[in-house]
């Protein structure tokens, strides 16, 4: 079967870091995104992982280890307008993408 | 502006009635697809198409048909739409259908069927 397992909500401080993660299980692996995207809005490209190790971009950085099929969005100085979902998603074999479900990430003041 | 346009924004639909929703893009992108998204679950595929001409069947096609007589355009249609094809859709274009191309996203589709 295919699986991929996000925390449905996190909660956050202005100006901390948080580390959203996403397990998953799927019938061959090509790649692993991560995409957000804001309340009502269409979501947005935010890294592809293909590699083990650690993608750094700015105040957003992903690691992948495909040994333990694992993942993390790492985001640092959270700001207000980091508040929206984070969504996990790996390329199967056949190029598709299969989406977990969601982290919805609330940042407070 | 480039980019990948839906119409319409939303639409509320009896039970039982034919719907085609639009996407158009105009990034010149070579592969389409059709996601559903609802509460609590994943993006869900619905069809998609590598290239014009041609179609596939993804996670969830059942109830759902697509076309794609060019580039530039990818209708979706519920032939007799049935209340659990209530959902946001969203249309996304990639520049091909190779491994690591982003996808980008239209605003989507908010659809009730009643």
């Known amino acids: 079967g295919q699986n991929i397992d996000q925390p449905t909500e996190m909660t956050a401080t202005e100006g901390a870091i948080v580390q959203i993660n996403c397990t998953y299980q799927t019938s061959g692996f090509n790649g692993l995104f991560w995409y957000q995207q804001h309340a009502g809005e269409a979501p947005t490209f935010l890294s592809y992982n293909v590699l083990d190790g650690l993608e750094e971009k700015g105040r957003f950085s992903s690691f992948l280890s495909r040994s333990k099929g694992y993942s993390y969005l790492l985001l640092k100085e959270l700001q207000m307008k980091d508040s929206a979902s984070y969504l996990c998603?790996?390329?199967?074999?056949?190029?598709?993408?299969?989406w977990g479900a969601g982290t919805k990430l609330i940042i407070k003041p | 502006i480039a980019g990948i346009t839906q119409a319409p924004t939303s639409q509320i639909l009896a039970a039982g009635r034919r719907m085609t929703l639009r996407c158009t893009q105009d990034m010149r992108h070579n592969a389409m697809y059709w996601y559903r998204q609802d509460l609590g679950l994943g993006l869900r595929l619905i069809h998609y198409?590598?290239?014009?001409?041609?179609?596939g069947k993804g996670e969830v096609p059942d109830g759902y048909s697509v076309s794609r007589a060019n580039t530039d355009d990818f209708p979706l249609t519920l032939a007799s739409a049935v209340p659990s094809q209530t959902s946001v859709y969203f249309c996304?274009?990639?520049?091909?259908?190779?491994?690591?191309?982003?996808?980008?996203f239209g605003p989507g589709t908010r659809l009730t069927v009643l």
């Open positions: 996304a274009s990639s520049k091909t259908s190779g491994s690591g191309n982003e996808q980008f």
């Open positions: 198409s590598n290239t014009a001409g041609t179609t």
């Open positions: 998603a790996v390329e199967n074999s056949n190029y598709q993408l299969i």
